[in-house]
């Protein structure tokens, strides 16, 4: 029998992290990771960061990384939130903005943690389905609920919005807080940013784990009026003032103060990812129209588990999904050239 | 009027950081910090660190720093819980553990986080006066409560609980969690790390922003049981898998294996705390036995505010707490010899 003080934990279903092989000779295609290096600015501020400055607390305010993101979105640096990766962001964001009993509405396929942080939060929620091309019918989100949360563009589809269909969105949704996902809006998709003007309710969440090639840091940011930052800095505040560390604060800044870089490699990445479309088209592989850093394909003839499974003897992992609607179909991360190549010569091999 | 959005808001009192000069010419014991730089390890992982690795998730179990931790502690890996400091593990730990209806309890005079997290997450609780010198009652923690949490040693005041008082503690409360925050341990205190054998119940949590001179780096960690780690991981799991950043882990496991040092700089800290007690004294100070890296002090004579407001001008910050039975006392961070001097010199000065 259990010990008295096990019937005063929380009870939770675990949520487990997705399968991270350590060893240098797989090819990783599983988790949306940039194949390229961060900007150069990132390795330098490495070399020449002097430890001892690790002895203070940070600037709980991320003032530089913060001037830096507002001068790059043309916004006010009161207009940026930091967090320790989009998915502090989120969670915050979820706590912070969705506190109605309506329910939040967000489409049927979309990222897996929405509604686990709906559940830890106690949040009511209603999915919306996609349609059979995977994508959103904006009328299906016209109805009065407690938020709205859509990714653009979504995963694990890659399929993207028009910033017209966002106005659309958020026309119809001035009484609630309306969050914009753009984890992946780098790779070729229309952020709202230009909305942030008009609508004091929109909230854009972004990362720099994808476009910026810093997933091994840890540093997501949320863009919006001041109403919103406020209430997210209180928040977040309310639970540890020092979430960003001087380091990667000092390391994400040089990585935003590169355009150039960033322009560069999101190009690469979306060359290699329509190349890679074709042949796989060519291959008999139903694509998904993408805009993001990654592909979401099916083929009529092979079942996705056990091309799934193949590609993985072969030391290719890329990600399968065991979910209604979505189990016919594969999710395969944009690498290198190279990499793609030999992806593609096993799946010839296969097939 | 307010927009009909800002009803779903959710409401919250800002909780405001402590301030945080910047200015290198300040002498700063406002805020803990260790005078000292982080073990030489620390600037070698910067100095060496591929940025390339950043494009890449971190390891969401941080392995590496656990098994370093254990290995420090005679424990196994899965006794330890990694965070983003040790409010981020301590705000955890109170959602995570606190799930009863009877209040939790703790010391009247202690960390102002604890409020804070039970007015945030909803926890019942009740505070416990300390006696006129600032010391905890056991026996006001025999009776029901739905969690206990106890710093050793205490903040602001600096006093610590022997290991059988804390045996004691645990003896009565074995129907729920008790947190023991161990901030400042390793200042002179006594750990609980050796009850972690005997009590399933015991969680213990230290942070490495004050003994290890990383603050700026946002690491703190739990030990405990199986039953209460995998609890912690399953609650930080369902928030966001990957709070420690690849970098930060391995600077902290880098200053976590060079025992040699960490016990160099603690009584480095010590022996200029013992000799600075002693010299405000002879200046008519009451000075709390302390067991951290600060002094809790009070002169019969003069007003603290006012010492405070002097000591400000001379650029030299301390700690003043706005709050019933203590706002007559000031909390002084060990810093170096040199500059407890100018502290010193400051106050002969002003007296």
Same mark, same amino acid.
């Given at each position: 029998?259990?010990?008295?003080?096990?019937?005063?934990?929380?009870?939770?279903?675990?949520?487990?992290?997705?399968?991270? *092989?350590?060893?240098?000779?797989?090819?990783? $295609?599983?988790? !949306?990771?940039?194949?390229?290096?961060?900007?150069?600015?990132?390795?330098?501020?490495?070399?020449?960061?002097?430890?001892?400055?690790?002895? %203070?607390? *940070?600037?709980? !305010?991320?003032?530089?990384?913060?001037?830096? $993101?507002?001068? %790059?979105?043309?916004?006010? =640096?009161?207009?940026?939130?930091?967090?320790?990766?989009?998915?502090?962001?989120?969670?915050?964001?979820?706590?912070?903005?969705? #506190?109605?009993? $309506?329910?939040?509405?967000?489409?049927?396929?979309?990222?897996?943690?929405?509604?686990?942080? #709906?559940?830890?939060?106690?949040? =009511?929620?209603?999915?919306?389905? $996609?349609?059979?091309?995977? #994508?959103?019918?904006?009328?299906?989100?016209?109805?009065?609920?407690?938020?709205?949360?859509?990714?653009?563009?979504?995963?694990?589809?890659?399929?993207?919005? /028009?910033?017209?269909?966002?106005?659309?969105?958020?026309?119809? !949704? /001035?009484? #609630?807080?309306?969050?914009?996902?753009?984890?992946?809006?780098?790779?070729?998709?229309?952020?709202?940013?230009?909305?942030?003007?008009?609508?004091?309710?929109?909230?854009?969440?972004?990362?720099?784990?994808?476009?910026?090639?810093?997933?091994?840091?840890?540093?997501?940011?949320?863009?919006?009026?001041?109403?919103?930052?406020?209430?997210?800095?209180?928040?977040? !505040?309310?639970?540890?003032?020092?979430?960003?560390?001087?380091?990667?604060?000092?390391?994400?800044?040089?990585?935003?103060?590169?355009?150039?870089?960033?322009?560069?490699?999101?190009?690469?990445?979306?060359?290699?990812?329509?190349?890679?479309?074709?042949?796989?088209?060519?291959?008999?592989?139903?694509?998904?129209?993408?805009?993001?850093?990654?592909?979401?394909?099916?083929?009529?003839?092979?079942?996705?588990?056990?091309?799934?499974?193949?590609?993985?003897?072969?030391?290719?992992?890329?990600?399968?999904?065991?979910?209604?609607?979505?189990?016919?179909?594969?999710?395969? /991360?944009?690498?290198?050239?190279?990499?793609?190549? %030999?992806?593609?010569?096993?799946?010839?091999?296969?097939?």
């Amino acid at each position: 029998m259990d010990k008295p003080f096990v019937a005063k934990l929380r009870r939770i279903d675990p949520y487990v992290p997705g399968e991270q *092989p350590q060893s240098d000779t797989i090819i990783k $295609l599983n988790a !949306n990771e940039n194949p390229y290096p961060p900007a150069p600015g990132v390795q330098n501020v490495l070399r020449t960061f002097d430890a001892a400055r690790l002895a %203070r607390y *940070p600037d709980a !305010n991320g003032r530089a990384l913060k001037s830096a $993101l507002a001068a %790059r979105f043309g916004l006010r =640096p009161t207009q940026v939130f930091l967090g320790n990766g989009s998915d502090d962001v989120l969670a915050l964001a979820f706590q912070s903005f969705f #506190c109605s009993d $309506l329910p939040i509405v967000y489409p049927d396929i979309t990222y897996s943690f929405y509604p686990v942080w #709906c559940d830890l939060f106690r949040i =009511p929620y209603r999915t919306l389905p $996609l349609d059979d091309d995977f #994508c959103i019918d904006l009328r299906d989100y016209d109805a009065p609920n407690g938020g709205v949360i859509v990714p653009n563009p979504n995963a694990p589809t890659g399929r993207g919005l /028009t910033l017209d269909a966002l106005d659309d969105l958020l026309r119809h !949704n /001035t009484d #609630c807080v309306v969050i914009i996902d753009e984890a992946y809006v780098d790779f070729g998709g229309q952020s709202a940013v230009p909305l942030l003007e008009t609508y004091e309710n929109l909230l854009i969440v972004q990362t720099m784990s994808k476009s910026r090639s810093l997933a091994g840091l840890r540093v997501g940011y949320a863009l919006g009026s001041e109403t919103l930052i406020d209430t997210l800095e209180a928040v977040k !505040n309310s639970y540890n003032s020092y979430t960003m560390d001087t380091l990667t604060l000092a390391a994400a800044e040089a990585a935003v103060r590169d355009e150039d870089y960033f322009q560069q490699i999101c190009r690469r990445v979306i060359a290699t990812r329509e190349r890679t479309a074709e042949a796989l088209r060519a291959l008999g592989f139903v694509v998904s129209p993408s805009q993001s850093n990654f592909l979401f394909v099916t083929h009529p003839r092979k079942d996705a588990p056990a091309i799934f499974a193949y590609l993985r003897e072969q030391g290719i992992f890329v990600r399968y999904f065991k979910l209604p609607r979505i189990d016919t179909y594969l999710r395969i /991360t944009i690498g290198t050239d190279e990499q793609m190549d %030999r992806l593609l010569d096993a799946l010839r091999s296969y097939l």
